[in-house]
């Protein structure tokens, strides 16, 4: 470093300090916006937490409402009301809005397989799956108590049943092909750093949707413990409710192999910014200071 004529001259230490230093701010400005360093870290932050578990909490409500309010209205109203179709499209298209308004939040998992899948592909802590499965179950908890308040017990009140004919089984084979699918989906997008963008709620929205077409009649395609055992829980009826619990959750291991085979080993940043969310990291609640 040049000594302009009227700087005084520095000792050794402190010349050394004040280069120290000047690299620091070019390393920092390399970084980009000094806020978006000095935050970079805040996932870690558990004063976030709460605002993830509610997170996931209100996404399931949304997706349990639509799920199991479809065949509970098209029951109260005659069995016409609301077609097939519609019943089965609607879950679809309310994850792919949840993803799109919330997933930077939490990373919108709604969904217990889910959860355990990212955790086992080394993108989201296992310390904090037990804390997301527990908002899951309440979200669909609440959803069911709303929906058998306003228009009362219908139909099969929410459960989800193996199809006229169909073993347990049976739907858990049915149910842990469906959610090996979904949960690919998931990874697959999450892996591109889309699960917090609308390629992730095309692909997997339109994936549910597409599922329940051809899968509803087989096994009602929950590929969700909580959609599932969360009525279930309300009901206090237990009919095949192990088939939605193993199910799903074998299918989503099942899909964790997939991803290792197709992309190798989880944990990049792409991946865990998918399953955990951008908050605090990315952004931060409340205004920025101007650097």
Do not use: C
């Amino acid at each position: 470093m040049t000594r302009q004529p009227d700087e005084p001259a520095l000792p050794p230490p402190e010349q050394s300090r004040r280069e120290a230093a000047r690299h620091a701010g070019l390393a920092l400005q390399a970084f980009g916006h000094p806020n978006s360093v000095a935050r970079q870290f805040d996932f870690w932050d558990d004063s976030y937490e709460a605002r993830r578990l509610f997170s996931e909490l209100l996404g399931t409500f949304f997706l349990v409402l639509v799920a199991v309010g479809g065949g509970m209205v098209n029951a109260r109203f005659g069995g016409h009301a609301v077609p097939f179709v519609a019943q089965v499209v609607a879950p679809g298209l309310m994850v792919a809005a949840i993803i799109l308004f919330m997933g930077t939040v939490s990373g919108a998992h709604l969904n217990p397989a889910v959860s355990v899948a990212f955790a086992a592909r080394g993108d989201f802590p296992w310390k904090r799956v037990p804390a997301y499965i527990a908002a899951q179950f309440v979200g669909a908890v609440l959803a069911t108590l709303l929906l058998w308040a306003l228009i009362g017990r219908q139909g099969s009140a929410g459960l989800t049943l193996p199809g006229h004919g169909i073993s347990a089984g049976v739907a858990l084979v049915w149910e842990l092909v469906l959610t090996a699918g979904l949960v690919s989906v998931i990874l697959g997008t999450a892996s591109g750093a889309q699960q917090i963008g609308p390629l992730a709620a095309i692909g997997v929205g339109s994936y549910i949707a597409l599922a329940g077409l051809w899968g509803a009649p087989v096994s009602g395609a929950s590929m969700n413990p909580a959609r599932s055992l969360g009525p279930a829980l309300v009901l206090d009826d237990w009919t095949a409710w192990w088939a939605y619990l193993a199910g799903p959750a074998a299918g989503g291991l099942v899909a964790v192999a997939f991803a290792y085979v197709l992309r190798g080993r989880g944990g990049g940043r792409s991946g865990m910014a998918a399953a955990q969310g951008t908050i605090g990291v990315e952004w931060r609640p409340g205004p920025h200071p101007r650097d």
